[in-house]
């Protein structure tokens, strides 16, 4: 089984959904739109933005919420993963969209960087489902249902279940 977020169109897997993570605009402290009132998703340009390299699901549900979003052109920088995404963001070279189980509260780069949740009315666009997914042939389906309960009741800080 695998905990992933839900991007998974086959028939042969089982996908059972367990939470919904939002994400967090994360920028250089001081960064336009760590204070801009109201945050709009449309304010989010891909040209601005640093992700994570191309075919990575966060980086294609970043883009789907831009304004000048999928098949637009993004900055040279790509990244490899969430911790360099953060460096990239301190350094100035822009800001991303990080998981809210991602973003860290003690942090050395905590002076570098600004994580802005979205506001309410956004929430459900900018986020991901997570969902456990496992083969439909699998013999021990059993187990998997369990985790999938296990999971729902015991959800960390930050999520919502769905």
């Given at each position: 089984?695998?905990?992933?977020?839900?991007?998974?169109?086959?028939?042969?897997?089982?996908?059972?959904?367990?939470?919904?993570?939002?994400?967090?605009?994360?920028?250089?402290?001081?960064?336009?739109?760590?204070?801009?009132?109201?945050?709009?998703?449309?304010?989010?340009?891909?040209?601005?933005?640093?992700?994570?390299?191309?075919g990575h699901c966060l980086s294609?549900?970043?883009?789907?919420?831009?304004?000048?979003?999928?098949?637009?052109?993004?900055?040279?920088?790509?990244?490899?993963?969430?911790?360099?995404?953060?460096?990239?963001?301190?350094?100035?070279?822009g800001y991303t969209l990080i998981?809210?189980?991602?973003?860290?509260?003690?942090?050395?780069?905590?002076?570098?960087?600004?994580?802005?949740?979205?506001?309410?009315?956004?929430?459900?666009?900018?986020?991901?489902?997570?969902?456990?997914?496992?083969?439909?042939?699998?013999?021990?389906?059993?187990?998997?249902?369990?985790?999938?309960?296990?999971?729902?009741?015991?959800l960390p800080d930050g999520v919502?279940?769905?």
């Amino acid at each position: 089984m695998v905990l992933a977020a839900d991007t998974f169109k086959d028939d042969a897997l089982k996908v059972q959904p367990v939470f919904f993570e939002p994400f967090f605009l994360t920028t250089p402290k001081g960064h336009e739109l760590s204070k801009k009132e109201p945050l709009q998703l449309r304010d989010m340009k891909a040209d601005e933005m640093v992700l994570l390299e191309d075919g990575h699901c966060l980086s294609d549900q970043t883009l789907g919420l831009c304004a000048r979003g999928k098949g637009k052109t993004t900055q040279t920088f790509q990244a490899t993963s969430l911790e360099t995404l953060r460096h990239l963001v301190a350094s100035g070279a822009g800001y991303t969209l990080i998981p809210a189980l991602a973003v860290k509260s003690e942090s050395r780069l905590n002076s570098l960087i600004n994580y802005r949740p979205f506001p309410k009315s956004l929430a459900k666009d900018a986020g991901s489902k997570i969902v456990l997914v496992s083969r439909k042939s699998y013999g021990r389906m059993v187990d998997v249902d369990a985790m999938a309960e296990f999971l729902k009741s015991h959800l960390p800080d930050g999520v919502d279940a769905v």
